[in-house]
């Protein structure tokens, strides 16, 4: 009995210290590509603290949390000049907002560390969920090395056959493109990806305990996983609420109805909120018009899920009582590639965490094809092939971190990685001299930086919040073309009407100014505040001579 007991304790202890040591390992290496570029600013710049595809999205969440740091509770959509009351409550970003408030701290460092807190209580309740999952530890470790690192073929692809080959038969693998569909670079790229993520494993681990328990209490837990969901990233709800449905009445019949109707029924207050905004609201509705997804081909995302997808079919199909044993994660994958091609805006996202089942299953299905030649063979020779095997699976996380998070050596405009300090210091400028509400015109691409930093609100610089490009075509053209048969006054009547309060010229500006009609606009500025290579300007006052002539 002391041996036994013994054994059971050694054995708990291993798996506890791999698990710590996966869990620092994970942290780090998300991280680690922040520290790596941070390392690596150049002088005169400062780095951005976005290491993302798109960058306006992360630009737009610094927005969310800047209005936190200014003491709002609820946010505006600040690259719109359409009238609007602050109208949303997201209580991640107010949270980090009010961190970097009490701390000092910029929200760049913010995020990371809240991005990094939010991968450790990942992988807790992940760990939480193998253990429901009856894992065992060679199982574990293969399913917690797919799910955290590995992606599909996109980068091996791309490497041998070409991206422009590809492109002709309409191939384009998720993982090189779909933040969603990557679980790693989901973690790398967003701080609120994390704690989305670990609320979807919460809401699945209480459903598996809530119908093998028969417990009402554990469905309200996972109800209230999905409501928090709700506020902090929609739009896996209806999936997870449906994957309860389907899992309870399958495990426990009639009852499971009951279990269904309380997770429903303390996920509900929850849902209004969001209902009431697509529905109702003026801004949420021009969001999702703008932001219309199309579904992916579906050779282009099986070859995004890549191995992982594979193995996992095989053991479905091979290994017997697989398919048995983890029925809930193959209805959690399933409906989210049906879900991914239903008819609605937002369709792309039901993708999000979709290698969390795929990456389980698949563990455990390699889990078993190398258990034999593990217990058997040289150890040694099997980790090493194991390990070279996770990294030709990891090529294609490494692909987009190259992409993304080194430098591209010629900084030729001050956007995404790097910043210059001579626009930081400007940026800076406004924030600390002016109101939130203030408008600055700054070229597209600055405009995205004026919100997340000084908090100002512009007239673009966001693919769906702003009133996009189209809106202003006719209005640039005419104000700031060469060719415009706009008079001068009628130019000048037009631009202020839209209430700018400060004009921010930088490089990008400048190079404008060169190539259109800018004249006009400037000499009716006047500097308030010059940094380096940027200004910022206000309308110069109408003298008292002028107002009389014009009276």
């Not at 709700?230 to 009639?254: D, I, K, M, N």
Request: charged content about 15%.
């Amino acid at each position: 009995m002391t041996s036994g007991a013994t054994g059971m304790t050694r054995s708990t202890g291993t798996r506890s210290l791999w698990r710590a040591l996966w869990i620092l390992f994970m942290v780090a290496v998300t991280s680690a590509p922040y520290l790596y570029a941070l390392l690596r600013t150049p002088e005169g710049y400062q780095f951005s603290w976005v290491i993302h595809p798109y960058p306006e999205d992360a630009y737009s969440y610094m927005a969310w949390a800047r209005q936190a740091v200014q003491g709002s509770w609820l946010f505006s959509v600040k690259y719109t000049l359409a009238d609007h009351a602050p109208f949303l409550f997201h209580p991640f970003f107010l949270i980090a907002g009010i961190v970097s408030k009490l701390t000092g701290f910029g929200l760049g460092p913010v995020f990371l560390v809240l991005k990094a807190v939010g991968v450790a209580v990942f992988f807790l309740l992940l760990f939480r969920l193998f253990d429901a999952l009856k894992l065992t530890h060679l199982e574990e470790v293969c399913a917690s090395a797919f799910i955290g690192l590995s992606a599909g073929v996109g980068a091996i692809l791309y490497a041998t056959v070409g991206e422009g080959l590809l492109s002709e038969v309409f191939i384009k693998p998720v993982d090189v493109w779909l933040v969603d569909s990557n679980t790693f670079w989901s973690f790398v790229i967003s701080p609120l990806h994390p704690w989305s993520l670990s609320l979807v494993v919460a809401s699945v681990l209480l459903m598996i305990r809530s119908t093998e328990r028969r417990c009402v209490k554990t469905a309200v837990g996972s109800g209230l996983c999905i409501g928090v969901l709700v506020l902090v990233h929609p739009y896996l709800a209806p999936l997870l609420l449906l994957l309860f449905g389907v899992h309870s009445l399958t495990c426990s019949g009639r009852r499971g109805v009951r279990l269904w109707f309380a997770a429903v029924a303390s996920c509900a207050p929850f849902l209004v909120y969001p209902l009431t905004l697509s529905l109702g609201h003026e801004q949420v509705i021009r969001h999702a018009a703008r932001g219309v997804m199309s579904s992916p081909d579906p050779l282009s995302l099986v070859a995004g899920m890549g191995l992982p997808l594979v193995l996992a079919i095989w053991g479905v199909a091979m290994i017997r009582g697989l398919g048995l044993r983890f029925r809930l994660l193959l209805m959690w994958a399933g409906l989210a590639l049906i879900f991914a091609y239903v008819p609605v805006w937002f369709r792309m996202k039901f993708l999000l965490g979709i290698g969390i089942p795929i990456g389980i299953v698949g563990g455990v299905a390699f889990a078993h094809v190398v258990k034999p030649f593990y217990e058997k063979a040289n150890r040694m020779v099997v980790t090493v092939a194991s390990l070279g095997l996770l990294a030709l699976l990891f090529s294609s996380n490494a692909y987009l971190l190259k992409s993304y998070a080194s430098p591209s050596g010629e900084l030729k405009h001050d956007f995404d990685l790097y910043l210059s300090r001579d626009l930081m210091s400007a940026l800076e400028y406004l924030q600390e001299s002016s109101e939130p509400d203030d408008v600055v015109f700054a070229t597209v691409r600055t405009s995205t930086l004026v919100p997340a930093i000084s908090g100002n609100r512009v007239i673009w610089g966001h693919w769906a919040q702003s009133g996009g490009l189209n809106q202003f075509g006719q209005w640039q053209t005419d104000l700031f073309s060469n060719d415009s048969t706009v008079s001068r006054e009628e130019r000048s009547r037009r631009f202020w009407e839209k209430g700018f309060k400060y004009v921010l010229i930088d490089r990008r500006m400048r190079d404008s100014i060169a190539k259109g009609d800018f004249a006009w606009l400037i000499e009716e500025l006047e500097d308030v505040f010059v940094g380096g290579d940027v200004r910022v300007a206000k309308k110069r006052p109408i003298s008292r001579a002028a107002q009389s002539a014009d009276q």
